[in-house]
């Protein structure tokens, strides 16, 4: 059996830590070896749960003392009742580590702190990452008020380092897990234990929206390769059909997407009453509508820039910017078509975020001027983007996943590079030239819906979701909800006699054994890249294509009735295009019912 270090300093976020613990806790009782490494308050100068609770650099004391107490007490709370062996960074410090950092740190500056590299870990880089993503930022370029606020942040990165370092010198591992492999100390951590030749792994919360606390993605490096790394498996499965239950969780994540509550579903919800997109931006009846859906650059910088992800060094269009100015100019000469410009919602203040990012500064100062035929959608619009796909002829996309949701709704999208996209490219029509770029669009248009798209893309979402992860469920489902006021009010008062009693709770109600147990022991024994490697197949039911066709029509009346309420008459009631090619296939045979 093998050794493993999980390294777990953030165990305030329970959502986080808890199923963390869980996978700690089955592999121990498949007989491998755990080391588990918590924090100790080893990092009250900053860390993300400090950043998760508000506390920044000039808040009071008694405020970084309070969370780091409650994190402490999560942690020693896994500990004892997992009996989870190991101990925590405070716990293997040394006194003269403070001195160390300090001496490192002695000569940064915001100019030069990116060049820190100790041991090839290029820590600099590394410990901004969500710097950067809390900041929006597309540039590393500080200034004065934003390095007075990384710099406790490279503090911290730094004393992980010097620490993790000796730990494992000390423990030996085969393996080293952390939750999140990007986040600054654990990215520290991950590279530390590959140079010394250990095998790194990363955990995550599922894909799935509609369940994502109920699964668990798990592979090597992080999310990106692990993505990456399903997308290269795509082409042995994608001629297998899928059954009623890996389809029905697909819809589930749709539907979660058209309700816009999740915090990581960033448009706004499908707005319940029908919304004229053509009226409202002034299109003519005979115009055929492209919706181009930017990205927010500051995620894609982050990754490139803490080198999670390798930039492509040859894109048709060099920036978002280029891409649009290139778009708008050909459009301008095609009176027959409407372009509208989908700025992404991450881009401006939303329900996650309270910043406005770099490119939106750019983004409004460039959108001037533009042609009768182009419009720009800006979040404060308030409208959907599925209002849009009602509607819509065709989706124009850099690298955001409308790629893939589009598809899944039968509608056509066209994008101008294989190495952005984080899902396979066949969902889509690329064109990687000018010329072969806006063929692409006419061909797009030319085919306009179709089926077979939304088969293709439930068959992806399905590898990604069911085939991929693995289910913690039976121990853990999330956070509990209480509904009942009267019940709520008790919880509360219950919760400040004893702080951690629904973490207590959770503990109590986790199962004796992982459904999953067997998978994650594989991973491990077989060094495999991800539980989709080693988990046999032959026990699942594929359908044939005719019942997969049947199953398929059953989501599709789900997703209708969440975007239409129902699907009664052809002519639809303004409802858009999208409603009527719904309507037309699902009344082919037998219409479904959506009751």
Same mark, same amino acid.
């Given at each position: 059996?093998?050794?493993?270090?999980?390294?777990?300093?953030?165990?305030?976020?329970?959502?986080?830590?808890?199923?963390?613990?869980?996978?700690?806790?089955?592999?121990?009782?498949?007989?491998?070896?755990?080391?588990?490494?918590?924090?100790?308050?080893?990092?009250?100068?900053?860390?993300?749960?400090?950043?998760?609770?508000?506390?920044?650099?000039?808040?009071?004391?008694?405020?970084?003392?309070?969370?780091?107490?409650?994190?402490?007490?999560?942690?020693?709370?896994?500990?004892?009742?997992?009996?989870?062996?190991?101990?925590?960074?405070?716990?293997?410090?040394?006194?003269?580590?403070?001195?160390?950092?300090?001496?490192?740190?002695?000569?940064?500056?915001?100019?030069?702190?990116?060049?820190?590299?100790?041991?090839?870990?290029?820590?600099?880089?590394?410990?901004?990452?969500?710097?950067?993503?809390?900041?929006?930022?597309?540039?590393?370029?500080?200034?004065?008020?934003?390095?007075?606020?990384?710099?406790?942040?490279?503090?911290?990165?730094?004393?992980?380092?010097?620490?993790?370092?000796?730990?494992?010198?000390?423990?030996?591992?085969?393996?080293?897990?952390?939750?999140?492999?990007?986040?600054?100390?654990?990215?520290?951590?991950?590279?530390?234990?590959?140079?010394?030749?250990?095998?790194?792994?990363?955990?995550?919360?599922?894909?799935?929206?509609?369940?994502?606390?109920?699964?668990?993605?798990?592979?090597?490096?992080?999310?990106?390769?692990?993505?990456?790394?399903?997308?290269?498996?795509?082409?042995?499965?994608?001629?297998?059909?899928?059954?009623?239950?890996?389809?029905?969780?697909?819809?589930?994540?749709?539907?979660?997407?058209?309700?816009?509550?999740?915090?990581?579903?960033?448009?706004?919800?499908?707005?319940?009453?029908? #919304?004229?997109?053509?009226?409202?931006?002034?299109?003519?009846? +005979?115009?055929?509508? &492209?919706?181009? =859906?930017? !990205?927010? @650059?500051?995620?894609?910088?982050?990754?490139?820039?803490?080198?999670?992800?390798?930039?492509?060094?040859?894109?048709?269009?060099?920036?978002?910017?280029?891409?649009?100015?290139?778009?708008?100019?050909?459009?301008?000469?095609?009176?027959?078509?409407?372009?509208?410009?989908?700025?992404?919602?991450?881009?401006?203040?939303?329900?996650?975020?309270?910043?406005?990012?770099?490119?939106?500064?750019?983004?409004?100062?460039?959108?001037?001027?533009?042609?009768?035929?182009?419009?720009?959608?800006?979040?404060?619009?308030?409208?959907?983007?599925?209002?849009?796909?009602?509607?819509?002829?065709?989706?124009?996309?850099?690298?955001?996943?409308?790629?893939?949701?589009?598809?899944?709704?039968?509608?056509?999208?066209? #994008?101008?590079?294989?190495?952005?996209?984080?899902?396979?490219? +066949?969902?889509?029509? &690329?064109?990687? =030239?000018? !010329?072969? @770029?806006?063929?692409?669009?006419?061909?797009?248009?030319?085919?306009?819906?179709?089926?077979?798209?939304?088969?293709?893309?439930?068959?992806?979402?399905?590898?990604?979701?069911?085939?991929?992860?693995?289910?913690?469920?039976?121990?853990?489902?999330?956070?509990?909800?209480?509904?009942?006021?009267?019940?709520?009010?008790?919880?509360?008062?219950?919760?400040?006699?004893?702080?951690?009693?629904?973490?207590?709770?959770?503990?109590?109600?986790?199962?004796?054994?992982?459904?999953?147990?067997?998978?994650?022991?594989?991973?491990?024994?077989?060094?495999?890249?991800?539980?989709?490697?080693?988990?046999?197949?032959?026990?699942?039911?594929?359908?044939?294509?005719?019942?997969?066709?049947?199953?398929?029509?059953?989501?599709?009346?789900?997703?209708?009735?969440?975007?239409?309420? +129902?699907?009664?008459?052809?002519?639809?009631?303004?409802?858009?295009?999208?409603?009527?090619?719904?309507?037309?296939?699902?009344?082919?045979?037998?219409?479904?019912?959506?009751?």
């Amino acid at each position: 059996m093998a050794k493993i270090i999980f390294f777990s300093p953030h165990s305030l976020i329970w959502v986080h830590a808890f199923p963390e613990a869980i996978v700690a806790e089955s592999l121990m009782k498949s007989g491998h070896d755990i080391v588990y490494i918590t924090c100790g308050e080893s990092l009250n100068s900053a860390c993300i749960c400090l950043s998760m609770m508000g506390v920044q650099s000039g808040s009071l004391e008694v405020q970084r003392v309070q969370v780091c107490h409650q994190c402490s007490s999560r942690a020693d709370l896994i500990r004892g009742q997992m009996k989870l062996p190991g101990y925590s960074l405070s716990s293997a410090a040394k006194t003269q580590d403070d001195e160390e950092v300090t001496a490192i740190m002695r000569d940064l500056t915001p100019a030069n702190f990116s060049e820190l590299v100790l041991e090839n870990v290029p820590i600099g880089r590394i410990a901004i990452y969500e710097f950067l993503l809390k900041r929006k930022k597309m540039n590393a370029d500080l200034s004065e008020g934003e390095w007075r606020e990384f710099y406790p942040i490279l503090k911290s990165a730094i004393k992980v380092f010097l620490i993790v370092k000796r730990i494992l010198d000390k423990e030996k591992p085969d393996y080293a897990i952390s939750y999140n492999s990007l986040y600054s100390v654990n990215a520290v951590f991950t590279y530390l234990a590959r140079q010394k030749g250990v095998i790194p792994y990363f955990m995550h919360a599922g894909l799935n929206l509609s369940d994502s606390l109920q699964q668990l993605i798990i592979g090597r490096d992080s999310t990106l390769s692990y993505i990456k790394g399903i997308v290269s498996r795509w082409p042995e499965i994608k001629s297998m059909s899928c059954n009623e239950s890996l389809l029905s969780e697909v819809t589930g994540h749709f539907l979660e997407l058209l309700h816009g509550k999740n915090v990581f579903a960033y448009s706004a919800p499908k707005s319940k009453f029908n #919304i004229d997109v053509r009226k409202h931006f002034g299109v003519f009846p +005979d115009q055929k509508i &492209l919706v181009a =859906t930017l !990205s927010s @650059y500051d995620e894609q910088f982050a990754v490139e820039f803490v080198g999670a992800m390798l930039k492509p060094e040859k894109l048709l269009f060099k920036t978002q910017a280029d891409w649009v100015q290139v778009l708008v100019e050909w459009i301008k000469r095609k009176p027959e078509y409407f372009l509208i410009i989908r700025v992404h919602p991450r881009e401006f203040p939303n329900k996650r975020e309270s910043v406005k990012s770099q490119h939106a500064e750019i983004m409004q100062k460039m959108f001037v001027g533009l042609p009768e035929n182009v419009r720009v959608n800006w979040p404060e619009d308030g409208l959907s983007l599925y209002d849009l796909a009602c509607e819509a002829d065709a989706f124009l996309n850099a690298w955001s996943s409308v790629g893939q949701e589009m598809s899944l709704l039968g509608l056509p999208v066209v #994008i101008y590079s294989k190495e952005l996209v984080l899902y396979p490219v +066949d969902l889509n029509y &690329l064109g990687e =030239t000018e !010329s072969q @770029y806006f063929d692409q669009i006419e061909q797009a248009l030319k085919d306009g819906w179709s089926f077979e798209r939304v088969r293709k893309a439930y068959r992806w979402y399905a590898m990604m979701f069911g085939r991929s992860q693995i289910s913690i469920e039976n121990s853990y489902t999330g956070p509990a909800t209480y509904k009942n006021k009267i019940l709520l009010k008790f919880i509360n008062g219950l919760r400040r006699l004893y702080p951690l009693v629904l973490e207590w709770n959770d503990c109590q109600k986790r199962s004796v054994s992982l459904e999953c147990a067997e998978v994650l022991n594989k991973v491990f024994i077989k060094r495999a890249d991800r539980p989709f490697d080693v988990v046999d197949r032959g026990d699942e039911i594929v359908p044939s294509l005719e019942q997969e066709t049947e199953y398929i029509k059953i989501e599709m009346a789900r997703i209708a009735k969440a975007l239409w309420g +129902d699907i009664e008459k052809e002519e639809g009631g303004g409802r858009g295009k999208l409603y009527q090619h719904f309507y037309k296939f699902l009344s082919e045979e037998k219409r479904t019912t959506l009751s």
